[in-house]
């Protein structure tokens, strides 16, 4: 599997599907989190995201581009929390190490109600 690929299942698998089982498959135990709104390594990522999941059952991010540098790849997505509530751009980059996810920084971008569902964004 490519970096792109990995990202992109991750994406999809996590995310999407919201599938815990699959962190430990592509973030490193040694995982570095710069988001400050994410508490540090794996069990940081799940709890952070098991609050998400519970409070948003249908949130989800489409990945729009996937750019690779070296070890670097970097991913835009239109997020959505709920459905015409709450939608947000995403750019996420992720450093990978021995084929792992093993550190990560991202930006989020919260849309005004006029934008939700724009095309142009999607």
């Known amino acids: 599997m490519s970096n792109k690929e990995m ?22 135990p040694d995982y570095i989190q710069h988001d400050y709104n994410v508490p540090p390594g794996r069990e940081g990522l799940k709890d952070h995201f098991r609050k998400m999941y519970e409070n948003f059952p249908n949130f989800r991010v489409d990945i729009k581009h996937i ?40 930006t989020i971008q919260q849309l005004p109600p006029d934008q939700f569902g724009n095309p142009q964004l999607m």
């Open 7 to 28: 990202v992109a299942a991750l994406f999809e698998e996590f995310f999407n599907k919201h599938d815990f089982s699959v962190v430990d498959k592509y973030i490193s």
């Open 67 to 106: 750019i690779e540098d070296g070890d670097m790849i970097a991913v835009h997505g239109y997020g959505t929390k709920e459905k015409g509530v709450a939608e947000v751009l995403v750019v996420d980059t992720y450093r990978i190490v021995d084929g792992m996810l093993a550190e990560h920084w991202g």
